[in-house]
């Protein structure tokens, strides 16, 4: 595992953003599968400012000190290695008209290392069932969601690159407010990272 000296000290100041007790783990997907979702997802919403990535842990407030809860991340990935992820189709959640890519491979991984860490500092009652995924856009008009999807499908099946991804590296990430409005008249926000860590070899 390689993850420095106090990784939690990385953290880069974004100019006027507040930060808010809402956290995440993610695993960020690589070049160039990643660059190509980032550009779909830009695309798709053009507010969008994340990076496409698997969440393992989806957001949630954390109890007592941030430290700890990234000790307990710590823990986790000295135990458990490095796992493969295949994407499979879009799909949309119904209840959120959330766009997504599914997965056909990696999903029970991810599901253990959920219940691995959704307890002491990083518990949390999810609002949903934890659905392994990759999101490609949320927050739009309803009335947009047949032509995004369109969209979305029709890129995706113009893609030739390869298909998966190692998740290897896990990135803490906390999320900030920052000054202004969304075009749908949300308060802007945007995740910072924290820190990252390696995976077992």
Same mark, same amino acid.
Request: hydrophobic fraction near 40%; include cysteine; aromatic fraction near 8%.
């Given at each position: ?5 106090? %990784?939690?000290? #990385? ?5 006027? !953003?507040? %930060? ?11 070049? %160039? ?13 053009? &507010? ?6 698997? +969440? ?11 430290? *700890?809860?990234?000790?307990?991340? #710590?823990?986790? *990935? ?5 796992? =493969?992820?295949?994407?499979? $189709?879009?799909?949309?959640?119904? /209840?959120? +008209?959330?766009?997504? @890519?599914? #997965?056909? +491979?990696?999903? +029970?991984? #991810? ?6 860490? $959704? =307890? ?12 392994? =995924? ?7 008009? %309803? ?9 979305? @499908?029709? !890129? ?9 991804? &190692? ?5 803490? @990430?906390? $999320? ?18 924290? *820190? /990252?860590?390696?995976? *077992?070899?």
């Amino acid at each position: 595992m390689a993850c420095g000296l106090d %990784p939690l000290h #990385l953290v880069q100041g974004v100019p006027g !953003a507040v %930060p808010v007790n809402l956290y995440a783990l993610v695993g960020y997907i690589p070049a %160039p599968l990643g660059d190509f979702l980032d550009g779909l997802r830009a695309q798709l919403v053009p &507010d969008c400012r994340l990076r496409s990535h698997v +969440s393992l842990l989806p957001p949630r407030p954390i109890t007592g000190a941030r430290d *700890a809860a990234w000790r307990q991340i #710590l823990q986790m *990935a000295e135990r458990n290695p490095s796992f =493969h992820i295949q994407l499979g $189709n879009i799909e949309v959640f119904e /209840e959120t +008209s959330v766009i997504y @890519v599914s #997965l056909d +491979s990696g999903s +029970s991984e #991810l599901r253990r290392i959920h219940a691995l860490l $959704n =307890h002491d500092s990083l518990g949390f009652d999810e609002p949903f069932p934890y659905h392994p =995924h990759i999101t490609l856009a949320q927050k739009f008009p %309803p009335g947009d969601l047949p032509r995004l999807r369109e969209i979305a @499908v029709s !890129a995706w099946a113009g893609y030739a690159g390869l298909r998966s991804f &190692d998740v290897d590296m896990i990135t803490f @990430v906390q $999320n900030s407010l920052l000054p202004g409005i969304e075009a749908n008249g949300a308060p802007c926000n945007t995740w910072i990272d924290l *820190a /990252e860590c390696r995976m *077992a070899r």
